[in-house]
C-alpha cells in the first residue's frame, strides 16, 4: 500500500481561508517562526538574571518583524538579480506576505507577556512557550507533509522530525541553564 495521500481533484473545490492561496508558503513561514521563538524564549531566558518578561516579549515580536521583513526584501532583491534590474510593483507584497512568520510567535509573545501581567513566572512562561512552539512544529511539520501529498504515516514522521528541532532548542536551553 502507498503512503501517499489521494490527488487532489480538480472538481473538488479550492480550500477556503489563509491556506487557500499556496499552503506550503504558509506552513514554511510558521514552522521558520515557531523555531524563531523558541530560540529567543531560550536565549532571552538567562538565568541569574532578574526577569523580564515583557522586554522578552517586545524582541521576541521585533526580531519577527525584522526576520520577516528581511525575509520578503531578500525575495525582492532576488526577483530584481533574476529580472535584470528591474523590480516589479508588488515589493511591499513580498514583505507583507511573510506575515505568518509574525503571526507564529505570537503565542510566545503573549505568554510573556502574561508573565508581564504577573499570571505566572517568567520562567513558567518560557518553559510553557517552547512546549507548546514543539508541540505546534508537530502540528505544522505534518500539515506540511500531508499538504505535500504524503500519506499518514511519512506525514506523522515528517512531523516529528519538525518536533525534534523543538526539542533540540529545550534540550541546549536546559544544558545551558
Known amino acids: ?32 517562526g515557531l523555531v524563531l521563538a523558541s530560540a529567543l ?4 531566558d538567562v538565568p541569574g538574571e532578574g526577569p523580564n ?3 522578552d516579549a517586545l524582541w521576541v515580536l521585533l526580531t519577527a518583524l525584522a526576520s520577516g521583513a528581511a525575509h520578503g526584501y531578500a525575495h525582492v532583491i532576488a526577483r530584481r538579480a533574476a529580472a ?4 516589479g510593483p508588488s515589493r511591499l507584497r513580498a514583505v507583507l506576505v511573510e506575515w505568518p512568520l509574525t503571526a507564529a510567535v505570537l ?3 503573549a505568554m510573556l507577556l502574561a508573565a508581564e501581567a504577573g499570571w505566572w513566572a517568567e520562567e513558567t512562561a518560557a518553559g510553557t512557550a517552547l512546549l507548546f512552539n514543539t508541540v505546534c512544529l508537530f502540528g505544522l511539520g505534518a500539515s506540511a507533509a500531508r499538504a505535500a501529498g504524503l500519506g499518514r504515516l511519512s506525514s506523522l514522521r515528517a512531523g516529528a522530525l519538525d518536533m ?14
Open 1 to 32: 500500500m502507498p503512503d501517499r495521500a489521494d490527488p487532489a481533484r480538480p472538481d473538488h473545490p479550492a480550500p477556503r481561508g489563509i491556506l487557500r492561496h499556496r499552503p506550503e508558503r504558509w506552513l514554511f513561514k510558521g514552522i521558520y
Open 41 to 44: 524564549v531560550a536565549a532571552l
Open 53 to 55: 518578561p515583557g522586554q
Open 84 to 87: 535584470d534590474g528591474t523590480a
Open 107 to 109: 503565542p510566545t509573545v
Open 164 to 177: 525534534l528541532i523543538g526539542l533540540l532548542i529545550i534540550a541546549a536551553d536546559a544544558l545551558v541553564d
